[in-house]
């Protein structure tokens, strides 16, 4: 277990490192300069590019940035904010979208597996159909519309809760904001656990269980839902990952200062480093879920045992 | 593993006390302003900064040798007394006795020596550099900025700790606006060096001169705050206790911030105005941006034939698009330099007496058009009208692109969306076809647009090239129309008109910006060019 | 009384033993004769919240082609002097609804406004008549709602083609083969899926232009991975079960195993997914509109609309209604309708 575990992070720091090559040959087929403004003439473009060391080969600028990487250097920001350290500008943003990113995990899953549950124990019934409509009209809507219909209703007419984001009120003014993100969580969880609960209470093991006199909750959480819980599991995994990086829809919304608008701000003008910073940040939360993922399929399904082969390698 | 989670739990918990214990700073029943901005700050840093929002919150912890006052105009901050030389070459500035930095130390001329060699220093690469060499024509600054000199050759002289010295390649004759730029501000030498790379990142690392003081910020922050400098010169002034900036990039939600009581002032998009315009608190300002297109004459032969351009130019109804697709109070533009920013020696406003070309005409449009049909020997043209990603320039772009069709049978137009990045990189370059595209004033003088047209400036994306008008911009810069201002300013519209009448770029409109401020709120100071806002006069009743 | 004298008491009655969950009708079923197609077919008939589905999702592809013909205007086609035009319908009108009234709440107060009257004294109106409304340039909203669902739909069937062709096949073969081939698989689909989606889509609309084909193509490039690893879990869990080493046993191929015998376990669960895949292909067009990057002007999608209705969302809130509810709409048709596909695909369902 210890040295499969091992194996698999030596695999993963490879991945990683094989990102951020592809990332960095992606920007450099991106068009245009972070220093591509109207008033920069073409000399202290030079001049920039030689700071920022952006005139060196593509294979040099990899190395050198993965070496500073090693020693926790990250670059510096060239036009979100200029100059700025990129450690400097997540160390505030960063827990933020982790927080409400997890909040929003944490209230997707328990509501989509409640209505899912629902869906599979009563199918075919009334109370599937509404456990359908509810979790998709969740999905069938863009989050900024939902979004924004939150901060108007709860924002703004009844003023329940802050329209803003705010640090005085991290929490209350957390709330509309991871409402609105775990939409997808719960309709893709609810929608996922109806399907699996359908397979696995249509099993003969189930079937057996039954027969021996187990019924209700205990057979529902003991027998199905755990047999359910590994696909489910799947397919939250990466929603954890899309969730904790923020979402630039939300967060231009109740004006958060999380990574995710950050990013597109990133891409769209060209801030390279934060960019890279951010996709390995994803990345490494990507990748470290996974791993937990495989862990966490041994725990729940005696059946695929770690030590025989990778199940989800 | 699970000590380091402890430690990512704990570390959350730290900074979300010190977030939350950091924003009381400013207690209630203070009056303090709260103002939306609709992108974060770029940069703290005077001669890094490039964009509005930056200057603007620059210019409230720091003050440059002038200010500008209510009505725009240069009237002196820093500089306690200015002695000019004869000839116009040689500013001599005395600097205030009563002028401190936020740590004690005295502002020096040095500071102003420094900040300037900073914006020339080319391994420094500022982007306004050209403001030193180009527009404030600081003597030996072209050689400095080339790297051909030292700094220290550059006109700027330290001749004691409060006087300072600027000598000129030639007589500017709207060098005291040029003062009030933050690529003209102090920048403390010694703190600088102290601060190293990290300088202009936080509270501890900037150091305030001017009306307040920055007390919370992070880099990028969604929202900051600032407080009343009690040890400011003028502090007797400076009503407010503070400000508080909120970054809000989706208008809607600005909007009902402002409704709920978060802010005192908001920017409004669009259709907001529909729903506000009864509202006395409704006010629009001169944003001092020219919107226009830009067409490429090196590439393609038929966006060179004048004809061709002067139907494309009349084809579009300019009131439309600020009546109904813009609706921020924008007025449609026929000319290249915009109005209310400039005034000239007779005391007017340069718009009043220069040349406006006819604008949207569907019928002289159709005989431009047919001339150049027949010139070019041509009945179909394909246009490919590139533009931002921004859904406004979009509208318009939409808008434009049918009127083209509808207006010019035998015209297709494509739309080409791109980020501003690239959008740049590629009119620049030459690899577009036609474009829309912006520029802002930096300077009082109409020579921050007309400059753009000589021949191989970087900003000349059409690639258009004339003698005669590089004449009369070379002269006016630093030849005979430059020492003498009424001829110059005669000189400026005959180049105006110039560029009018070859039609090298396609005017749309001057952008003015919506806005909403609270009643109790009073002397906001909006300006077109450099500070956009100024709150040294605001109070709150 | 002895022990056998007891046993001797007990009368069995025909009602002792039933077999569970099951009803007349299915008793008397032979599926044994049915093929596998027409027995789904059967069983989806059946599902009354299926068909409705179906049903509808057919009257959106027809109103999605001949929607725009039925109206006055193009889909392009701006009216700079009637923008922000509220909806107005021949004949409902006189109802009192859909008359082109529209309530402004205007920080000063409400305000009623109707965009059509051109004479106020009188009351008289124009003669024009945008159903659904016009949007801030004058176009007409309903032909543009179903010129967007057009493409749309489009991007429905390229999600569910990529999930079907590319994804699932990708996971079957990997889960299939294990060992090597699976490694190797999996490094691949965990390099491109660590790359954030939003990272890929927006660097490549930069790289290749705004455009329906670039859209296409980054769907092509992230839209297969959660399918992928679906069909992969799936394909763990089945791949040791009896059925399909009795199938090797018989002899059978791998791809006979893997697309005959596996996959019709487990295609129910596959196809909830695929309809994960088409809002997700949806929004992510949608979300390139967002940001300015989707399909230019004057072309539409449903996810273009909504950007462009959002930005008047406070002000027009009609404008964004229309595409909203169509979209809306299409995606529970298409979960139904899964769900009922599931059922009647689902073998296990019989047992039932």
Request: charged content about 20%.
């Amino acid at each position: 277990m210890r040295r499969y575990i091992g194996k698999r992070l030596l695999i993963s720091v490879g991945t990683l490192f094989v990102v951020i090559l592809l990332l960095f040959t992606l920007l450099q087929y991106m068009p245009g300069s972070p220093f591509n403004d109207e008033k920069l003439t073409d000399d202290q473009r030079a001049v920039l590019y030689e700071k920022y060391g952006l005139d060196q080969p593509i294979v040099v600028q990899f190395f050198k940035y993965v070496y500073n990487m090693l020693r926790g250097d990250f670059g510096v920001s060239y036009t979100i904010s200029k100059n700025t350290p990129i450690s400097q500008l997540l160390q505030t943003r960063l827990p933020i979208s982790l927080r409400i990113g997890g909040q929003a995990v944490l209230l997707g899953a328990v509501i989509g597996l409640i209505l899912g549950i629902i869906a599979a124990i009563w199918h075919g019934t009334f109370w599937d159909t509404l456990s359908t409509i509810i979790s998709v009209i969740g999905v069938s809507v863009p989050s900024y519309v939902f979004a924004l219909g939150l901060a108007y209703v709860f924002g703004y007419e009844l003023r329940w809760l802050p329209l803003l984001y705010s640090n005085d009120l991290p929490f209350e003014s957390s709330v509309l904001p991871s409402i609105a993100l775990c939409m997808f969580t719960i309709a893709s969880i609810a929608r996922f656990t109806r399907s699996e609960m359908l397979e696995v209470l249509g099993s003969d093991y189930i079937l057996l269980a039954e027969s021996k006199g187990v019924y209700g909750p205990r057979l529902i959480v003991r027998h199905v839902l755990r047999n359910a819980l590994i696909p489910i599991v799947t397919v939250l995994a990466p929603l954890i990952v899309g969730l904790m990086t923020g979402s630039l829809v939300v967060e231009k919304i109740f004006s958060i200062p999380g990574i995710g608008s950050l990013l597109v701000t990133a891409i769209q003008s060209n801030d390279y480093n934060v960019v890279i910073v951010l996709s390995f940040i994803y990345s490494a939360m990507y990748i470290g879920i996974m791993l937990v993922v495989d862990i966490l399929y041994g725990v729940i399904d005696p059946r695929i045992r770690l030590s025989k082969e990778a199940p989800h390698d | 593993m699970r000590n380091s989670a402890m430690k990512l739990v704990a570390l959350v918990l730290c900074l979300t006390l010190a977030l939350t214990v950091g924003s009381f700073a400013a207690a209630e029943g203070e009056k303090v302003l709260k103002v939306h901005i609709e992108t974060e700050v770029q940069s703290l840093d005077p001669q890094v900064a490039t964009d509005g929002t930056s200057f603007e919150v620059i210019a409230d912890f720091t003050d440059g040798l002038y200010q500008m006052d209510a009505a725009g105009a240069s009237v002196p901050a820093m500089a306690a007394e200015t002695t000019v030389s004869d000839d116009g070459l040689t500013y001599t500035f005395k600097i205030r006795d009563d002028a401190f930095w936020s740590n004690g130390d005295p502002v020096t001329a040095d500071d102003f020596v420094y900040g300037w060699q900073r914006a020339c220093d080319p391994a420094f690469a500022s982007e306004y550099a050209f403001m030193i060499y180009d527009i404030a024509l600081i003597k030996n600054s072209v050689a400095v900025n080339k790297g051909e000199m030292p700094l220290d050759e550059l006109g700027v002289k330290a001749l004691d700790e409060k006087t300072l010295q600027v000598q000129l390649e030639s007589p500017v004759s709207y060098f005291y606006s040029l003062l009030y730029f933050p690529t003209f501000y102090p920048v403390n030498r010694a703190f600088v060096a102290a601060c190293g790379d990290t300088y202009a990142t936080s509270p501890e690392t900037v150091l305030s001169n001017g009306a307040f003081i920055l007390t919370d910020y992070e880099p990028a922050a969604a929202s900051f705050t600032l407080t009343k400098n009690p040890n400011y010169y003028d502090a007797a002034r400076v009503k407010l206790d503070g400000l508080t900036y909120q970054v809000i990039k989706d208008s809607q939600t600005a909007l009902l911030s402002y409704q709920n009581g978060d802010l005192d002032t908001v920017a409004l998009s669009g259709d907001q105005v529909e729903l506000v315009q009864d509202d006395p608190e409704f006010s629009t300002v001169n944003a001092g941006y020219l919107w226009y297109i830009t067409v490429n004459q090196i590439k393609y032969p038929e966006l060179a034939n004048v004809n061709f351009r002067k139907a494309l130019a009349a084809a579009y109804d300019r009131d439309a698009i600020c009546n109904s697709i813009i609706k921020d109070g924008s007025a449609p533009a026929t000319f290249a330099v915009p109005a209310n920013f400039a005034t000239g020696p007779d005391g007017k406003d340069f718009r009043e007496t220069a040349y406006t070309f006819e604008g949207f005409d569907k019928a002289s449009a159709a005989t431009f058009y047919a001339a150049a049909c027949e010139e070019l020997g041509q009945k179909e043209f394909n246009l490919t009208l590139l533009v931002e990603d921004d859904a406004t320039a979009q509208n318009i772009a939409a808008f434009i692109q049918q009127e083209w069709q509808n207006t010019l049978p035998g015209v297709t137009v494509e739309l080409k969306v791109e980020t501003k990045k690239q959008r740049v990189q590629d009119i620049q370059n030459g690899d577009y076809n036609v474009c829309l595209t912006r520029w802002g004033p930096d300077y009082a003088d109409p020579m921050t647009y007309l400059n753009m047209w000589i021949t191989n400036n970087s900003n000349n994306y059409g690639f258009w090239s004339n003698e005669e008008y590089d004449a009369i911009i070379k002269s006016a810069i630093s030849g005979e129309l430059a020492l003498d201002p009424v001829a110059r300013w005669q000189g400026l519209k005959d180049a105006e008109k110039i560029v009018m009448d070859n039609m090298v770029i396609l005017p749309v409109y001057q952008k003015n910006n919506a806005m909403m401020t609270k009643s109790t709120v009073k002397g906001i100071e909006s300006h077109p060019m450099a500070l956009n806002r100024v709150y040294k006069n605001t109070t709150i009743e | 009384m002895t022990d056998k004298e007891q046993i001797a008491e007990i009368i069995f009655r025909p009602d002792d033993f039933l077999l569970k969950g099951a009803d007349e009708t299915k008793l008397d079923m032979n599926f044994a004769s049915q093929r596998f197609w027409k027995d789904a077919y059967m069983r989806f008939r059946k599902n009354k919240g299926a068909v409705f589905s179906l049903i509808m999702i057919l009257l959106v592809v027809l109103l999605a082609i001949f929607g725009p013909l039925v109206s006055n205007y193009t889909y392009q086609e701006q009216n700079i002097a009637e923008t922000n035009m509220a909806p107005r319908i021949p004949l409902l009108e006189d109802l009192g609804i859909f008359n082109g009234d529209e309530t402004l709440r205007t920080s000063t107060g409400s305000k009623l406004k109707n965009a059509y009257v051109i004479n106020k004294e009188t009351g008289e109106k124009k003669d024009t008549y945008y159903w659904l409304g016009s949007d801030a340039l004058g176009r007409d909203i309903w032909t543009r709602t179903w010129t967007g669902t057009r493409i749309s739909l489009y991007i429905a069937i390229v999600a569910v083609l990529i999930d079907m062709l590319i994804g699932m096949s990708y996971g079957l073969i990997s889960g299939y083969f294990g060992g090597k081939v699976d490694s190797v698989m999996q490094r691949f689909a965990e390099i491109v899926n660590s790359i954030p989606t939003l990272v890929i889509v927006t660097l490549l609309m930069l790289i290749l232009k705004p455009g329906l084909m670039t859209i296409t193509i980054a769907l092509m490039i992230t839209g297969w991975i959660g399918m992928s690893r679906i069909a992969r879990a799936q394909m763990l869990k089945l791949k040791e079960q009896e059925f399909v080493l009795a199938s090797h046993t018989l002899g059978a191929s791998n791809w006979r195993v893997i697309f005959s015998e596996i996959l019709p376990n487990i295609i129910g669960q596959l196809i909830t997914n695929t309809m994960f895949s088409i809002p997700n292909a949806i929004f992510t067009e949608a979300f390139l509109s967002f940001v300015g990057l989707g399909i230019p002007e004057p072309m539409c999608s449903l996810g273009s609309l909504i950007s462009y209705a959002f930005k008047s969302f406070t002000t027009h809130p009609f404008q964004i209604v229309p595409p909203v509810i169509v979209l809306a709409l299409l995606m529970l048709c298409f979960n139904m309708l899964a769900d009922g596909l599931r059922d009647a695909f689902d073998p296990k369902m019989k047992e039932m």
